[in-house]
């Protein structure tokens, strides 16, 4: 039935295609790997022969949003679950997966959090530093290891060629504040770009309230013999009111975060050889308050939670390009290390925690990962296929092999079609494995879960119109969840027996010229599950978006002022327990809708924005009613 049901999508696809492309024919060769539409630009990725989504800066200035977390909300098959508001902490997952699922990377470094998923947004940057937003939905792993399971995401920021210097001020709603400076200097070959941003809010509801710190360095030095060469440092800081993140009944918690990071990467081209190299060491250290300050403690609660995870990794690779294709090869090795006073195996030993007085780790674990890679790409007139294979050696779970194909064809210069089926697996985190508490309760003998997909698409692109579709299908096996059963007191993570799901994404938008209208673009995407929570609540795996549709409209008003709204509409799957009621009950859809006005001069750009004009109440995870109407003003200066 499947097969049969993404032979007929494929075909449909294909005559879409066609029709379209004979409604906008022209003599005007375009290479479709070049193509730039605008800023939220879709390419067959030449790497992947799958769809690569991009947002670049123009775009993101542009947004009525004021964090990572709020922009990626606007993309179809994204599911963004928020807890907090400007980025305290959001769960990101990608055509139905959970928020483990998705490989997060830094300027192409691997900072996904060993220790549990709800971290991976703790980016140390500040969403004006982004250069370029790289979103890959579907597995990934064969290129980028274990954990892009149902897809990837990169963040990227750029050196500029110029000296520049800007300052940013911006306040809002609930005594919101934002203060940035950043600074770009380059002399030759070498290139250099620091930020530094303080945030703060009293919050919209009682414990709501938060205060981050993020501090940004990266520089780049191009040598003409030995390659180039380039390296970031970040530091972040959060403190932040957790109402209810982790368990409704109990809701003043608090979380206090820190991240530092440090990468270096190396390419070198010679000839037909590309080398690449990076070495990365991320440390995050978290303090969780299950009661704030104690107050109100239950009598089992008698120590605040501190982990401290150190992740030290390595990757390097070859590509060679030939008549016969580009093949590459590589390997990447990464340890990961947490010390605890909860989550891990008990110490003979305990350990000072260098980031709090007075408190010692009791708990740790480790685990080595190395995974070795190949990969063969060959473009072949208007054909292009890509297939590689993995393995990975993990020492606490044993070997996994996983791989797969892409295959593209070109049906004109405008138009093309492709399909693809990957295989993926992701291990356990230590939450999964470890988090014992009054409130949940962890299985230590989990397995890695594994997942199949086959998806097929189209994309389209000419004169400032493109349009593009993918559909897919995945088979989920042993997939983590947290469950709690109807009548038991505690949530456990386990091993789900297979998750089947079959979904797909469309997305269309067309430049103006010389017009009132500057941009529009809308989307939309379907998700459903054949497995469904009916006699437990999944906290996780089975709450899905199903219908997600999405509108993005920009337009003039007078001369420098421009407008930007974003609409969308929200419909989730699954069940959240209702702490008041003592049932289960399901999500109601709700609408969004944000506009921003930006007025730009020669050194100053003037912006203010309401975000949730429609007052929405709404939950992205039950029993935590999100913001409602709130609005922010700003002002920028660049020397």
């Keep these: ?64 949003v004021k964090s990572l977390d709020a922009l990626l909300e606007n993309i179809p098959g994204i599911d963004i679950r928020q807890r907090g508001t ?17 490989l997060v990377l830094l300027n192409g470094v691997n900072i996904t959090d060993p220790q549990t998923g709800h971290y991976n947004l703790d980016i140390p940057v500040e969403l004006s530093d982004i250069s370029r937003i790289e979103i890959l939905q579907g597995s990934a792993a064969r290129l980028l290891g274990p954990n892009a399971f149902s897809g990837a995401i990169n963040i990227v920021t750029e050196q500029s060629k110029n000296k520049s210097l800007s300052a940013t001020v911006e ?35 009682p414990n709501t309230d938060y205060i981050m710190t993020n501090a940004f360095i990266h520089s780049a030095l191009k040598t003409p013999k030995a390659g180039k060469f380039d390296i970031q440092l970040a530091y972040q800081q959060k403190a932040y009111g957790a109402d209810g993140f982790y368990h409704t009944v109990f809701r003043n918690q608090f979380e206090n975060t820190k991240t530092l990071l440090g990468a270096l ?27 704030r300050n104690f107050e109100n403690a239950a009598p089992w609660y008698s120590s605040h939670y501190y982990h401290l995870t150190n992740v030290t990794g390595g990757k390097a690779s070859a590509n060679y ?41 009791v708990k740790e674990d480790n685990r080595l990962s190395a995974t070795a890679f190949a990969d063969y790409a060959l473009n072949l007139g208007a054909f292009y296929l890509s297939a590689g294979i993995a393995q990975t050696h993990n020492e606490a779970f044993g070997n996994y092999t996983y791989g797969g194909v892409d295959l593209g064809y070109n049906l004109n210069n405008h138009s093309s079609i492709f399909i693809a089926a990957n295989n993926a697996m ?79 994404e469309l997305s269309a938008g067309y430049i103006f010229r010389e017009s009132f209208l500057n941009s529009i673009q809308v989307g939309y995407s379907y998700l459903n599950s054949d497995k469904k929570a009916t006699n437990y609540d999944s906290q996780y795996a089975l709450d899905y978006l199903k219908h997600k549709a999405t509108l993005d409209m920009g337009h003039k008003i007078y001369k420098g002022l421009n407008a930007m709204w974003t609409y969308g509409y929200f419909d989730r799957e699954g069940t959240f327990y209702n702490s008041g009621t003592a049932l289960n009950e399901t999500y109601k859809p709700y609408h969004m809708l944000n506009v921003k006005l930006q007025y730009k001069l020669s050194k100053f750009d003037i912006y203010g924005g309401i975000n949730n004009l429609l007052n929405a109440t709404y939950l992205d995870f039950g029993g935590m009613t999100q913001l409602g109407l709130n609005f922010r003003v700003g002002l920028k200066y660049q020397l």
């Design 1 to 64: 039935m499947i097969r049969k049901t993404l032979l007929s999508l494929l075909f449909a696809i294909i005559v879409n295609q066609f029709i379209v492309a004979n409604i906008f024919n022209d003599s005007l060769p375009v290479l479709l790997q070049d193509i730039e539409v605008n800023a939220r630009v879709t390419k067959l990725y030449s790497e992947m022969g799958r769809i690569l989504t991009v947002i670049e800066r123009s775009e993101i200035e542009k947004m009525p």
């Design 86 to 102: 400007d980025g305290t902490q959001a769960d990101i997952s990608m055509r139905g997966g959970t928020f483990d699922q998705v």
């Design 171 to 205: 306040g809002g709603s609930y005594n919101s504040y934002l203060g940035n400076l950043s600074a770009s200097l380059s002399k030759g070959n070498f290139k250099n770009f620091a930020s530094i941003t303080h945030k703060a809010s009293e919050g919209y509801a």
């Design 265 to 291: 990467n190396w390419n070198l081209q010679l000839n037909k050889v590309q080398l690449n190299a990076q070495i990365y060491n991320r440390l995050h250290h978290d303090r969780f308050e299950f009661f």
């Design 321 to 361: 390009l030939s008549s016969f294709g580009k093949f590459t090869f590589g390997t990447d090795i990464r340890n990961e290390h947490i010390y605890s006073t909860t989550l891990g195996k008990t110490m003979s030993e305990p350990v000072d925690n260098y980031f709090e007085k007075n408190i010692q780790f």
């Design 426 to 504: 992701r291990l356990p985190t230590f939450t999964d494995l470890y988090y014992n508490t009054g409130t949940h309760q962890a299985d230590p003998n989990l397995k890695p879960e594994h997942a199949k997909t086959i998806e097929t698409g189209a994309k389209f692109h000419k004169n400032g119109f493109y349009t593009n579709i993918s559909i897919f299908y995945r088979i989920g096996e042993d997939v983590i969840d947290w469950v709690k059963y109807n009548g038991e007191a505690k949530y456990k993570s386990a091993n789900l027996a297979t998750v089947n799901t079959f979904g797909g």
